[in-house]
């Protein structure tokens, strides 16, 4: 079935380090991707999207290009700061057979950036 | 920021008892959604409604029922809550239909004791 795979974590990184969040999904049809960022105490927010294959989304200094031939959508930053220590959640929707606007979640991973 | 407003934001009651939590939105948008974030299980669809009156179960409907009477509020009530419903939900809101991004509210703390 439809479905996102991404690291768990927690991951923790000092301050400028690089930012890799891989996340592979698996679906019918050509979902579009997003990434989600929750902070404590908050609600998710959409951080960036791609809706086709190729597509590089963008946002605050985070990257993540729609990889089609390897079903992925890794999420990178090049420099981490400790305000981005928080849960990031890859998801994909528009798939073909639903009746609602369905959204896959992955299970989130914990980033902690450390001064 | 999209205007989604959850009440109450945090509630303690007992095993039971009725619960309802409503949320708000200014957006004017036509699809709503219930969630339960849970740790280890990630987001989970409870509810979501696609036009006033118009709800349907999404995948952890059991013991939750919805309303939508207006285009502005939706509706979560536990009829008789249990210790498994403890959760923190969320309400989310998108614009229209595929491949949209959701907008989610700031949460509801549920604890049931």
């Known amino acids: 079935g439809d479905s996102v795979t991404q690291m768990e974590g927690p991951v923790t990184l000092s301050e400028e380090a690089f930012l890799t969040i891989n996340c592979t999904y698996t679906?019918?049809?050509?979902?579009?991707l997003f990434w989600y960022v929750q902070y404590p105490g908050e609600g998710l927010q959409l951080l960036l999207k791609a809706t086709k294959a190729d597509d590089k989304g963008s946002n605050k200094g985070f990257e993540a290009t729609y990889r089609k031939e390897t079903t992925s959508f890794h999420l990178e930053k090049g420099s981490v700061q400790v305000s981005d220590s928080a849960v990031y959640f890859c998801?994909?929707?528009?798939?073909?057979?639903?009746?609602?606007?369905?959204?896959?979640f992955g299970p989130g991973t914990s980033l902690s950036v450390i001064p | 920021d999209a205007g989604i407003t959850q009440s109450p934001r945090h509630k303690v009651t007992e095993t039971g008892t009725p619960v309802t939590l409503r949320c708000h939105q200014t957006e004017n948008h036509r699809y709503m959604y219930w969630y339960r974030q849970d740790p280890g299980h990630g987001l989970r669809l409870i509810h979501y409604?696609?036009?006033?009156?118009?709800?349907d179960k999404g995948e952890v409907s059991d013991g939750y029922s919805v309303s939508r009477s207006k285009t502005e509020d939706f509706l979560l009530t536990l009829e008789s809550a249990t210790s498994s419903q403890t959760s923190v939900y969320f309400c989310?809101?998108?614009?229209?239909?595929?491949?949209?991004?959701?907008?989610f509210g700031d949460g509801t703390r549920l604890s049931i004791l």
């Open positions: 679906a019918t049809g050509y979902p579009s």
């Open positions: 989310a809101i998108s614009e229209s239909w595929g491949n949209q991004p959701q907008h």
């Open positions: 998801a994909l929707s528009g798939l073909c057979e639903t009746s609602y606007d369905k959204v896959i």
């Open positions: 409604s696609y036009g006033v009156k118009d709800t």
